[in-house]
């Protein structure tokens, strides 16, 4: 069993940034991919980054260049370092691995 639960999420102004983070329970963190979603209102969920076990990323061209993810496998901790934030990157952001979601964070941004 695996519990994720996210953190950081606001209300910020366009421009500024935010760090969410995502806590994982269970022993087998260090060999999982992580993942981060976003969910607008009246849109699907959408797969914005993602960090293999050995540490490759990928990311959605809609935040390619301005958002970072990173995890530290000791702390069993996923990242997402999110810049230059838009209006259109207001959302509920989750954190994922395999079939396990956390709860989502809100991230707000004001033009």
């Known amino acids: 069993q695996v519990q994720l639960v996210e953190s950081g999420g606001g209300l910020v102004q366009a421009g500024g940034s935010l760090r969410l983070s995502c806590a994982a329970s269970?022993?087998?963190?260090?060999?999982?991919?992580m993942a981060w979603y976003r969910q607008a209102p009246g849109n699907l969920r959408e797969l914005i980054a993602l960090i293999t076990a050995s540490g490759r990323a990928e990311y959605a061209d809609a935040v390619k260049g301005r958002f970072t993810i990173s995890r530290d496998n000791a702390k069993h901790m996923t990242y997402l370092q999110m810049n230059s934030l838009k209006p259109e990157d207001t959302a509920v952001y989750y954190c994922?691995?395999?079939?396990?979601w956390g709860q989502g964070t809100q991230v707000t941004v004001s033009s």
């Open positions: 994922q691995s395999h079939s396990y």
């Open positions: 269970g022993s087998d963190f260090s060999i999982r991919t």
